[in-house]
Every structure is written in structure tokens, then in C-alpha cells.
């Protein structure tokens, strides 16, 4: 069935599952053919999780999309037969096809190197019908569902790898049964009647085993969205008149009273409204550590109650719980395409036709140029280039990574929009940290009293007692301190509050005033205002000033752990800020940060970001007020902390949903982990084709025949003379997409650095 979501740029998108895709050339057929639907606008196809996310205005009809994915020879899948996770590939129809034809090959192949056929009187007249009518069934039985995908690839005036595997099978079998059906033609033409149905079976045994295997490394690679929908609950509790009742997770909305018992997973999103317990959010944010909710606190579908029970009111419910966006962001990021993966997809569009080229050629030197066996030879090198340059490790090396760097950062709690996204962030030389609510944590502390005339508790009590009536956040600041004290409050009359000033009234008898320099000012009172990192709160009674609070919004943990690890892997950090500059650069000197730009407004934000990015500089902009959506917007990475403003996330590329600035820095590093490794995927993927079509080709005949030949520990790659073996060509084209999803899998178990 179609699932639907919504992207950051609000375009509707609907998730299609698909089936038997499994190479670039496939996903390209799938997009093409689905573009033609009506109301389809844009699809970007992912083979290794077998979806495709379709951009749509209006409401595609099914069959129509069905159609044209069958058309272009998949399968369009109902609810029924996916529900949404990263299927667990079959692998019993890929296994029923390739084994018969691996053993039944591998049995010609022993008995012919034995040359045991003479010892039951077979001549060439007879043992060649009897293996041609042995291994035709069993090859085409195990070659149909590549010869299909290559028929319909040439009804499109197209090729992909399943082409190249087809022409060398065929070539292989072709020669070998023109040899039995008319061997006189051989015979004349001076030809050798030898035949090569064990290569044929063998080559598409080990490439429908490879495919086996590269299907079950490929799940593992996109399994985070698995263990992502894994998490969502199927039932709920909930009380409605004093009755409890067990309804489906779907059917709870906005409102309800939902109960959670200890061990249990709490089904949607909401607000505690009774009872206390600590929550296990490791699978969504990322966190080692149980969270201690009460009331008032959020809590989040997926994740687990753990020792208490408690009572909350649904808040999100359906598509808008955190974990339904997570898994909508983790599955348009990995059915996204990064730009290198786009080059890779051009490059293998153009490689399967330069490669039958050179398999042509390579045929037609062999047979006119070799020697008297040189047709056979012209056959063996030909399937061999066939085979051996399969782009399928080309295909596989972004994707896989894309897959696994994506799952990875979810599990961490941090969703890139799309891969592009995650290719930047591996670009990035440059973190640009906002200040507040950013690297600290937005919500002022006392740090310091100072009491004259009065007792420090007096002053407090005194203190507190004005500010309780005030909603002001710095006045929740000394509120919060008074009570961790479980100092009292005194009663007061008069409250008059002074907006942008303070407040003021009178205990037992006492005019009391609580604010700024400004209101000290109205009062008569001087006071010191000499810069400080921190913000003071005046307190006076009866027009003389009794004493000072000191309030500052103290650096988050992690922040400074956060700064060290980008600048051991040389990357800069910048603090950009509206704060005042003594403020400022209190907190970049705490957390070890140097260039401070302070009392930046929002606008002068995004042209700080520009400013970098003219000085050659790749920047990675971190906030979460909507001040900071401008620069977010202009860097080449925008991220947001997910407890931040809308606007910010809605603006940023990444979100982060833990509120930690560790969070950042494992984002950036993840990204860096995952270029790498496409990086080198695609380094290994053109290196492997680059060293073995020429060997392939037969360049490593005259180096063996200027040896004195091949040894024999090496006659089972290359032959007598030094031509490379079809079979070795199947084995070395299944180890090299093995090679590149094994190296993408690396990313599964990425941690961050250890500091120090």
C-alpha cells in the first residue's frame, strides 16, 4: 500500500515497495517508468531497501502504477505482502536457481579436468549432447529471471549488468553447442570442438548466489528503518470515564488519557498528566540514560516505561509522532540520491555498452590473431570481460553507505533530511555554533549572591517572594533556586509589575524592589553596571539597595567535548551570537573556541555564514531560535536541535533530537565516515574494473608466455597459456560487490571518537 509523508519543502511523497530491483540500472528503469504516471512529478528509486519515493500532485491511480512498474519488469507490492519495514530478502528462489546450476556445473567441470568419459567409451560425438542436454534446462531455468530483466532492458533500447551476464552465458553455451550440433563446420574451419557448458552453469551459479548474499548484506545495510518501525507499538491502554480499555496504536487521538505500565512501550506522543517513572529513549535520541519523566514532561512514541507507572494525554498521534517523522526522514534518506551517487549512475549507464565493445574486440583479436586454438581462447577471454566487468560493485558503493551512514546517525538520534544532506555534512570544514540554547542550555541559574546589610537566606527569601508573581524567566531563574534551598516564601501585598524592568511590592511592611539597572535607576538607586557574563538582578528595599543576585545560562555538557574532537580532525569552530561580547566569549572560552563574533543580529548571522563561505570555507551552521533560520538557510549544512523552534527545524537539513552539541560534532564526524567510504567504494569498484578487464582482455598471455608459462599454483585463474578464466571472472565479480557492502556495513558500527 502507499504510504504517505510530507517533506520539508510540504511536497506530498508516497512510498511504493517494490520488488526485484537490484542494481543502479534498475532503479533508473524504475524512475523513468514511473515519471510517465500521471501525477507523478519525481521518483527516486532505493534498490537496496525495494522502494521508491514518488513526488505526486494529486492522487496517482494504482494501476497505472503498477503497470508501468511492471512494464518495466518488477513488482508492485500491497500492504499484504509489505508493511513497510526493509522486507527480509526470500533468498529460497534466488538459492532453488543458482544451486542447481552450480553443481550440475561444478560435476562437468571435475569430470572433465578427470577425463574420466573415456573409460565408458564416450567420444566427443557422444558425451557432448548428452552434457548439452544436461545443462540446457538447468541453464535456463537458472538464467531466466536475468534474461528477462536483460529482454526488457534491450525492448528499451538500454543495458545493464544482467546484459553483459546473458551475452557471456550465452557465448559460452552458444559456442559449445554450434561445437555438438554441427561439428563438421568445426572441423573444417580448423576450429577446436570444445565446449563450455560447466563455465555457463558455474558463471550463473555464483552470480545468482552473489545476488543471494548481496540481497541479505543489502537488508543489513538499510536495516535501521526495520528496527525503527520495530519500535511502534500495535495496541494502547487507554481510560475514558473510569474505564480502561485496549484499543489499536492507530485509533488513539489527540486527547486521549493513555495508561503505561511498567516494561511496556508507550504508543504515541504526549504529555504526562500523573505518576512518575524513567523512560528508555535510547532507540529515538540516542541517550545511554534513562529520563526521569513527571508531569508535564513529553514522552514519545517507541520508546520504553521502565520501572513506574503513569497516565498521559496524547499529544501527536498517527504520521506526527517523533518516531513516524524519524522513519519517514530515515527512509527519504536513504531512497535519496547524493550527487556522487548520480555520477555513479551516468558513469554505469555508459559502462555496460563500452564493455560489450571491448568484449567484441577482444573476441575478434583473439580468433584472427591467436593460434590454433584461437577461437576457443577468443571465447573464454570474451565471456571472461563480459563477467569480470558486471558494474554491480559500482552500483552498490554509494547507496550501501548512504544506507548505513543513515540508519547509523538515526540510531544516534540524527536525522538528515536526505542523502544529500549526509554528503555535505562529509564536506564541512567549518562548524558555526549559535550560543544560546545551542552550547548552553537557554535557562538562566544563580551563580553567585551578594547580600549587604541582610543575610544571603534573607536576601533570597526577600527575593523570591516578588519574583513567585512574576513570569518572567529570570524570574523562574531565583524561584527555582529558592526552592532547591527550601527556603520559604513571605507574604506580600502591592505587587506591581514593571515590564522590562522588574517588579515590586510590600513584605511585612517593607517596599521591595527586584530588576534591572533601569528600574534601580527609577528608584534613585546607582548601581554598578559594568560588563559580566552574567546578568544581575537588584534587589532594594525602602530606596537602598540590600543586595545583588548574579544569573547565568550555564554551558551544556558535552559542548567542550564537542569543540575538542572537530578541531583534533581539523575542523574549525565559530561562535556567532546576539549575546554581549563579555558573554560571549565566557562561553567560548569554557568550551575552547576562539573566534567569537558577539551581538550579531539575526540577518548579520546569515551574512557572517557568507562571509565564510566566501573565504573558501564549508560551513555547517548549528542553531535552534528562529533567528538563526537565515544562516541556518545560507550554510551548506543546516542543523537543528529538535527542541528547538519550528522555523529552525523546518529550516534545517539535520535534525538533532537530543539537545546535546555532542550530538553536532557526531553528525559532522558520521559524515565524514560515510564520504570516506563511498570514497573509497568507488576507488575499489573502478580499480577492480581498471586491473581486470585488461587481464580479462588476455594482457596477462604475453607476460606468462615470457615467464615460460603459468604455474601451477595459478592455472586455476589463468589457465595454460594465461587467459583469465570465466569462472574466475564470476567468483572475483561476486567477491567485489561482497567487498563494497561488506566496507559499507563498517558504518552500522560507527562510534565517535574517544576524546583525549
Known amino acids: 500500500m502507499l504510504q504517505s509523508m510530507t517533506t520539508a519543502n510540504a511536497s506530498r511523497t508516497e512510498t511504493l515497495r517494490i520488488d526485484g530491483m537490484h542494481c543502479a540500472a534498475c532503479v533508473r528503469r524504475v524512475e523513468r517508468a514511473l515519471v510517465k504516471v500521471d501525477c507523478v512529478v519525481d521518483a527516486s528509486a532505493d534498490f537496496l531497501a525495494g522502494r521508491a519515493v514518488i513526488g505526486v500532485d494529486g492522487d496517482p491511480d494504482r494501476a497505472a502504477l503498477s503497470a508501468a512498474i511492471s512494464g518495466a519488469g518488477y513488482e508492485l507490492l500491497d500492504q499484504a505482502d509489505d508493511d513497510g519495514a526493509v522486507a527480509a530478502p526470500d533468498l529460497l528462489p534466488m538459492l532453488s536457481r543458482a544451486l542447481p546450476a552450480l553443481i550440475v556445473g561444478w560435476g562437468i567441470f571435475f569430470a572433465m579436468q578427470a577425463n574420466r568419459w573415456g573409460e565408458f567409451g564416450w567420444s566427443p560425438d557422444i558425451l557432448h549432447p548428452v552434457l548439452l542436454a544436461v545443462a540446457s534446462p538447468i541453464l535456463a531455468w537458472s538464467l531466466w529471471p536475468m534474461l528477462r530483466r536483460a529482454w526488457l532492458a534491450a525492448m528499451r533500447r538500454s543495458t545493464d549488468m544482467d546484459t553483459l551476464i546473458v551475452i557471456g552465458v550465452f557465448a559460452a553455451w552458444g559456442y559449445g553447442a554450434a561445437a555438438t550440433l554441427v561439428p563438421a563446420a568445426f572441423e573444417s574451419a580448423g576450429a577446436a570442438r570444445d565446449v563450455f557448458f560447466d563455465t555457463a552453469l558455474i558463471i550463473v551459479g555464483f552470480v545468482g548466489l552473489g545476488r543471494a548474499l548481496e540481497a541479505r548484506v543489502r537488508q543489513l545495510a538499510a536495516s535501521a528503518l526495520t528496527r525503527l518501525l520495530e519500535l511502534a507499538p500495535q495496541t494502547a491502554r487507554i481510560s475514558s470515564d473510569g474505564v480502561e480499555r485496549d484499543v489499536p496504536a492507530s485509533e488513539v487521538e489527540v486527547g486521549d488519557l493513555v495508561l503505561v505500565r511498567p516494561g511496556e512501550l508507550i504508543p504515541v506522543d504526549g504529555t504526562v498528566a500523573s505518576g512518575q517513572s524513567s523512560v528508555d529513549q535510547a532507540a529515538l535520541t540516542g541517550e545511554s540514560l534513562p529520563v526521569a519523566k513527571g508531569p508535564t514532561d513529553g514522552v514519545y512514541a517507541g520508546t520504553i516505561n521502565l520501572d513506574g507507572a503513569f497516565s498521559y494525554r496524547a499529544t501527536q498521534v498517527g504520521t506526527e509522532t517523533a518516531l513516524a517523522r524519524i522513519t519517514a526522514a530515515v527512509e527519504r534518506a536513504q531512497s535519496s540520491k547524493a550527487p556522487v551517487q548520480r555520477l555513479a549512475d551516468r558513469i554505469a549507464s555508459v559502462f555496460v555498452p563500452i564493455v560489450i565493445l571491448v568484449a567484441v574486440i577482444t573476441f575478434v583479436a583473439w580468433g584472427l590473431l591467436g593460434n590454433d586454438a584461437s577461437w576457443t581462447g577468443a571465447v573464454l577471454s570474451s565471456v571472461a570481460v563480459l563477467v569480470v566487468a558486471c558494474p554491480c560493485a559500482l552500483g552498490l558503493a554509494t547507496p550501501a553507505a548512504i544506507a548505513a551512514g543513515a540508519g547509523r546517525a538515526a540510531s544516534l538520534g540524527i536525522l538528515f533530511r536526505d542523502a544529500e544532506a549526509l554528503e555535505a555534512a562529509g564536506r564541512v570544514d567549518t562548524v558555526a555554533w549559535d550560543k544560546t540554547g545551542t552550547l548552553t542550555s537557554g535557562r538562566h541559574e544563580v551563580t553567585s549572591v551578594e547580600a549587604f546589610g541582610v543575610t544571603e537566606q534573607e536576601l533570597l527569601q526577600l527575593a523570591d517572594s516578588i519574583e513567585r508573581q512574576s513570569e518572567h524567566p529570570l524570574a523562574a531563574a531565583i524561584v527555582a533556586h529558592v526552592d532547591s534551598l527550601e527556603l520559604s516564601p513571605l507574604d506580600i501585598s502591592g505587587f506591581t509589575s514593571h515590564p522590562g524592568r522588574g517588579a515590586s511590592g510590600q513584605i511585612q511592611g517593607r517596599d521591595l524592589a527586584v530588576g534591572n539597572a533601569k528600574l534601580m535607576s527609577a528608584l534613585g538607586i546607582e548601581v554598578s553596571e559594568e560588563e559580566r557574563p552574567t546578568t544581575p538582578v537588584y534587589v532594594a528595599s525602602g530606596g537602598e539597595l ?73 560551513v555547517v551552521m548549528v542553531g535552534d531560535g528562529v533567528n538563526d533560520a537565515p544562516a541556518l538557510a545560507e550554510a551548506e549544512l543546516g542543523m537543528s536541535m529538535r527542541t528547538g523552534s519550528d522555523v529552525a527545524v523546518e529550516t534545517a537539513q539535520v535534525t538533532l533530537m537530543q539537545s546535546n552539541p555532542l550530538r553536532a560534532a557526531q553528525a559532522v564526524l558520521l559524515g565524514h565516515a560515510t564520504r570516506r567510504v563511498i570514497r573509497q567504494n568507488l576507488g575499489f569498484a573502478f580499480g577492480y574494473n581498471i586491473l581486470l578487464i585488461p587481464l580479462a582482455a588476455g594482457l596477462a598471455v604475453p607476460i606468462f608466455d615470457a615467464l615460460g608459462g603459468v604455474s601451477g599454483g595459478l592455472g586455476w585463474l589463468f589457465g595454460e597459456r594465461g587467459q583469465f578464466e570465466p569462472i574466475a571472472a564470476a567468483l572475483a565479480m561476486v567477491a567485489s560487490s561482497m567487498s563494497v557492502l561488506g566496507n559499507a556495513l563498517r558504518l552500522g558500527r560507527w562510534r565517535l571518537p574517544a576524546a583525549g
Request: glycine fraction near 10%; avoid cysteine.
Open 546 to 618: 540590600i543586595g545583588v543576585i548574579q544569573l547565568g545560562d550555564y554551558v551544556k555538557d558535552g559542548a567542550a567535548e564537542a569543540v575538542d574532537l572537530l578541531r583534533r580532525r581539523g575542523l574549525e569552530s565559530v561562535l556567532i551570537s546576539g549575546d554581549t561580547e563579555m558573554s560571549a566569549r565566557e562561553v567560548g572560552r569554557q568550551i575552547g573556541i576562539d573566534r567569537v563574533h558577539a551581538q550579531v543580529l539575526p540577518t548579520e548571522k546569515s551574512a557572517l555564514v557568507a562571509d565564510l563561505q566566501a573565504s573558501g570555507k564549508r
